[in-house]
């Protein structure tokens, strides 16, 4: 029972790269969370999604895409990676219902 | 704007004291409101409330909701070293998106 899993664990990216972060649930969730959490922050909501082909904005979705074309995966995709974009990523499902979410491991990227 | 606040932002207590974390919110269509525990890994959860004055309880841990007042806290009594970590507090609206805003977190440290 994987719940959901996160790749990489670690990247560091040069400043105009670009990179995806993958994050798969084998839970059958229909929702999708994408989070950033810089130190001292909390977590802060990037994208979401509440079923394949549905996604929309958080609160910081500047330099970020998504695309939800099956149930399972939800890849987070960073264009022209900024320093400002060093961060610990997060990924979540949920079934929905006010159940409280299944988080990935996290990736901690940094950009020099 | 959603908003979750938790103080205080840091706290350090020796072994065997009881600490309160508090949590305030301002959520639209307020939901349910939950706790988590973050040791330098993913949020793993303690606690979802959703009723008032109803206690949540897990060994010694606690929590309690008051809607009226918009806030929640957290007991951890008899504190040991492995309690030191990160408490994050998140609230769920009642979009349909089943979002979650989290407050900044509580660190605790239990020292010897």
């Known amino acids: 029972n994987a719940g959901v899993t996160q790749t990489p664990k670690f990247r560091i990216l040069k400043i105009g790269q670009s990179m995806t972060l993958q994050c798969t649930q084998d839970?059958?969730?229909?929702?999708m969370y994408w989070y950033r959490q810089d130190p001292g922050m909390g977590l802060k909501l990037i994208y979401y999604s509440v079923g394949a082909g549905i996604t929309d904005k958080g609160e910081v979705p500047n330099g970020y895409n998504v695309s939800r074309s099956t149930t399972e995966d939800f890849p987070l995709r960073l264009e022209l990676a900024a320093p400002s974009q060093t961060s610990v990523y997060f990924c979540?499902?949920?079934?929905?219902?006010?159940?409280?979410?299944?988080f990935g491991s996290g990736t901690r990227l940094t950009v020099v | 704007e959603d908003k979750v606040v938790q103080s205080p932002l840091s706290l350090v207590v020796h072994e065997g004291d009881t600490v309160t974390l508090n949590c305030s919110y301002e959520?639209?269509?307020?939901?349910?409101l939950l706790w988590y525990k973050q040791e330098k890994k993913a949020p793993t959860f303690l606690f979802m409330l959703?009723?008032?004055?109803i206690e949540k309880k897990s060994g010694r841990l606690s929590s309690i909701l008051d809607k009226k007042e918009l806030f929640s806290i957290l007991n951890i009594t008899a504190t040991q070293t492995g309690d030191s970590a990160v408490y994050l507090c998140?609230?769920?609206?009642?979009?349909?998106?089943?979002?979650?805003?989290f407050g900044k977190g509580t660190k605790l440290s239990v020292i010897p």
């Open positions: 959703t009723s008032s004055g």
């Open positions: 959520v639209t269509n307020f939901r349910s």
């Open positions: 998140a609230a769920y609206s009642g979009a349909g998106s089943y979002q979650l805003t």
């Open positions: 979540a499902s949920t079934a929905g219902g006010g159940y409280g979410y299944t």
């Open positions: 839970m059958n969730h229909n929702y």
